[in-house]
């Protein structure tokens, strides 16, 4: 079954979080998960096979900050193209009948103008780059995710757009306010959702920053903006900060997440899965909920 079909019809359940399950096994501060692909394959072929096989029906590979401009800000020297490839290989390898791979997006590492030096047009440059090959190393679908700036996040669905017919989904990160769910920029629900759609979105979400409880109203007003698909990826409640100040721990236990993600589907969400504190056997509750 072709991928977009599946998803409008039965939906998918997605992996989750990728940045704390490397932290947890020994990701140092200022070290660029990405290269963890090159230089520890072991592990993330271990993470992405423990998700699928908690039941998750895809795998989000290790490629969210693996653009030009964020590796070079991150001091890496490695080849961007070849973390990359790797980043797909390793999700691709865990993978089995019936599973897939999505390209994971998102990071530049730098603001647009006029908060930051980076102009739309360079972003667009450089969201493609990273594109052409990701769509090379076969992934199934794109995922642009934990976007704050509405502008990036069109940006960034315009340059996969330029390069691949794949599906593309967006997922952009709100707080919620006495006035409802804003982007840090200020940009709403309704309007950041449909102008994702209209620049070429196959899906449009929201991921990150708050934990499943608040997630399920925020998704409900993203499934009454658009008739695309919606992806929704909580985190695991909101980070507390361990009393040596070393380690940021989420609160949110499994089966409480899972309850929400049940609440979030029901409102007629296709695609779920989870964010920053989430793990296999998060995934796991989920699948066995819904």
Not at 134 to 163: K, P, Q
Request: charged share 25%.
């Amino acid at each position: 079954m072709e991928i977009l079909t599946r998803i409008k019809e039965q939906g998918l359940i997605l992996d989750g979080g990728m940045g704390s399950m490397l932290i947890d096994r020994g990701l140092g501060g200022g070290e660029a998960p990405e290269t963890w692909n090159l230089t520890r394959p072991d592990i993330l072929r271990e993470i992405h096979g423990a998700y699928f096989k908690a039941g998750a029906d895809l795998a989000t590979a290790n490629t969210f900050g693996a653009t030009a401009m964020k590796l070079k800000k991150m001091g890496v020297t490695r080849d961007m193209a070849d973390i990359n490839r790797a980043g797909v290989a390793l999700a691709r390898a865990a993978a089995g009948s019936g599973q897939y791979v999505a390209g994971d997006m998102g990071s530049l590492g730098e603001m647009l103008e006029p908060m930051g030096p980076v102009s739309v047009d360079g972003a667009e440059a450089c969201f493609r780059d990273q594109a052409e090959i990701l769509e090379d190393a076969g992934v199934d679908l794109f995922f642009i995710e934990t976007v704050f700036d509405l502008n990036l996040g069109l940006a960034a669905v315009r340059a996969v757009r330029s390069v691949s017919s794949r599906p593309v989904f967006c997922s952009l990160t709100f707080k919620e306010t006495p006035k409802g769910f804003f982007t840090i920029f200020g940009n709403n629900v309704r309007d950041s959702m449909k102008a994702l759609v209209d620049a070429g979105a196959s899906g449009v979400g929201a991921n990150c920053s708050m934990g499943s409880d608040t997630m399920v109203e925020l998704a409900a007003r993203i499934r009454d903006s658009v008739d695309v698909p919606v992806m929704i990826q909580p985190n695991a409640g909101l980070p507390q900060i361990t009393g040596d100040n070393q380690k940021a721990v989420y609160p949110e236990e499994d089966l409480f997440f899972a309850g929400n993600i049940r609440k979030i589907k029901d409102l007629g969400i296709e695609i779920v899965g989870g964010c920053c504190g989430t793990t296999p056997a998060t995934i796991r509750e989920v699948k066995k909920i819904i």
